[in-house]
């Protein structure tokens, strides 16, 4: 086994890199999507299927894994993997996000995070330290640090002393859990909002400690899209070349186009099973709703070129009633194909890399979710 945190990249293609990341579960082919599966399982699906779609990692978040069942319990049963039966790679949020983006009255400080549960409203409190001891006990091949994501139209005062304290809290955590003390990779967290200087700074600030990989934090919170496009590609050139990029919680199939085109390895984001379970679906042609009057007699597959499960087997009209008839198969199939159009695309990113048309391919999709 190849020791975990070792990154190499293979080629570029422009600032694009085609990578592969180790961890004690395995190896990650990077540009790589990560499917979110918040409490412990990508919601509908089971590692069955997710290995089925060539899926590489799965997220999990340590707050919800915290509230309930409890890290402790995880750790009783061996940890998240052996428990949710998922044996490759799995990478644990922090809760930095979940804490501040969730409903919960919540008292920020030096010290850490205070919390309400958004199950049974009871007190709880997060330091950088607990954060990495959740993350212990979860047994994730990567731990990000606590950080402070701060919200949208945060001024430059409050922005300053937030990406500050993120460094501290961020030190605090390597400290926990000192580089090399296990198999267990832990990943810094660029924020700084919307201002570019911030940015610099907590890029300067975090890289210069010893973590295996480094975040953007902070985007996709209300801004425009072009805002995120801008801050992704002043972000990710000051992030060391040769270890890991991960963007949080992006995005759409341009979205993932554009931050590997900035030099991204990594991306997770809720939106293709979120959609799914909505009756969004991504395909060749574009975003389509299932919903739409016009499927109803329309007995072709989804997306004919997908080669998913989903579209091999079911007419768009089936897929449709489904959706109406609020059928629990409809959430299962629906994400099936939006998780592996993901996957796919990412497998064409990787390719397009080594063959040096990942800018052919990024246009392709432009040009096809243009309308
Ligand atoms: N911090 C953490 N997790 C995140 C984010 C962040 O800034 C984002 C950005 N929207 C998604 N997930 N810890
Ligand atoms: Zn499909």
Not at 244 to 257: A, C, F, Q, S
Not at 266 to 275: E, H, W
Not at 295 to 302: I, R, T
Request: hydrophobic share 35%; net charge neutral.
């Amino acid at each position: 086994m190849t020791k975990p945190g070792t990154f190499v990249v293979h080629a570029t293609d422009g600032n694009a890199r085609r990578g592969t990341l180790s961890t004690a579960h395995g190896d990650i082919q990077t540009p790589i999507f990560m499917p979110v599966g918040t409490q412990g399982t990508v919601k509908s699906l089971s590692p069955q299927d997710l290995e089925e779609m060539n899926a590489q990692i799965i997220l999990g978040n340590t707050y919800h894994l915290y509230l309930r069942p409890g890290d402790e319990l995880v750790a009783r049963r061996g940890g998240l993997h052996k428990f949710s039966n998922w044996n490759r790679p799995i990478l644990t949020d922090s809760g930095g996000f979940q804490v501040f983006s969730l409903k919960g009255i919540r008292k920020l400080s030096e010290e850490g995070v205070e919390f309400r549960s958004y199950i049974d409203g009871s007190k709880h409190f997060f330091s950088p330290e607990k954060a990495i001891e959740i993350q212990m006990n979860l047994g994730s091949d990567i731990m990000m640090v606590l950080d402070e994501c701060v919200g949208y139209g945060a001024d430059r005062g409050y922005t300053e002393k937030s990406l500050e304290m993120t460094t501290r809290w961020a030190k605090r955590c390597r400290e926990r859990y000192p580089a090399g003390s296990g198999d267990q990779l832990m990943f810094g967290i660029v924020q700084g909002g919307f201002f570019k200087d911030l940015r610099t700074r907590s890029a300067e600030q975090l890289c210069s400690l010893p973590f295996e990989g480094f975040a953007i934090g902070g985007l996709s919170v209300g801004e425009s899209i072009p805002e995120m496009y801008e801050q992704v590609h002043h972000t990710a050139p000051l992030l060391p070349a040769e270890k890991p990029r991960y963007l949080m919680g992006v995005g759409t199939p341009l979205d993932l186009l554009e931050a590997v085109s900035a030099g991204v390895d990594m991306l997770d984001c809720v939106l293709p099973s979120r959609n799914a379970r909505n009756g969004t679906l991504f395909t060749s042609q574009g975003k389509i709703n299932i919903k739409k009057a016009a499927y109803k007699e329309d007995d072709s597959p989804l997306d004919p070129n997908c080669n998913c499960y989903t579209c091999r087997n079911f007419s768009k009209a089936y897929l449709r009633h489904l959706y109406m008839s609020k059928e629990l198969l409809s959430y299962r199939l629906n994400t099936y194909h939006n998780l592996y159009f993901y996957l796919d695309l990412m497998q064409q990113v990787r390719d397009s890399i080594e063959n040096g048309t990942f800018a052919q391919l990024k246009a392709r999709y432009e040009d096809a979710y243009a309308a």
